[in-house]
């Protein structure tokens, strides 16, 4: 048996502005921090043998402030642009509701919710998971199959994708799933990856 432990990064600055963030380097907020601590609190109890994270600060500080609160800090990590989050092209920076004034409520809907429909120059959440997939069967499977204990700090929709492939999800599942920020929640697997148990606060 394995533990794959997902965690979605602290509230950003630009989650405190409404803003789309997307592979914008935006830090956490004070707020972030202070679930990053929580965080950490939950896994002190979980043992991990190995991390992951995206690239980019949010995820990567949220990861570090978790693991020295449950005193994991000297664990192997490694980063990789592949579970960056979902990549918003053009509404990169904007606000939400400014964004949705301009393009109107149903189009950034659309970009926002729809599974297969991009933003401009940016990434559905389709691409998204085609992007996120390759990298979890090559890098991150095998340690599972080996009975490890892994922790994926990353992002909402990076998360969404691998959700919905544990989970076997259809796309209006992995469409209604949020993830919220700070909270790790995590599945125990047999050696096939097939599901035990999944443990979620949510």
Known sequence: MSLLILLRHGQSLWNLENKFTGWVDVDISELGEQEAINAGKVLEDLPIDVVFTSVLTRAKRTASIALEVANKSNLPTFEDQALNERHYGDLQGLNKEETAKIHGDEQVHIWRRSYDIPPPNGESLQMTQERVL????????????????????????????????????????ILALNIPTGTPFYYELAQDLSIIKKVSPF
Not at 146 to 157: D, E, I, M, T, Y
Not at 159 to 165: F, K
Request: proline share 5%.
């Open 134 to 173: 390759p990298y979890f069967e090559s890098q991150i499977q095998p340690y599972l199959k080996q009975g490890k204990n892994v922790l994926v700090v990353a992002h909402g929709n990076s998360l969404r994708a691998l959700v919905a492939t544990i989970e076997h999800l259809n796309k209006e599942q």
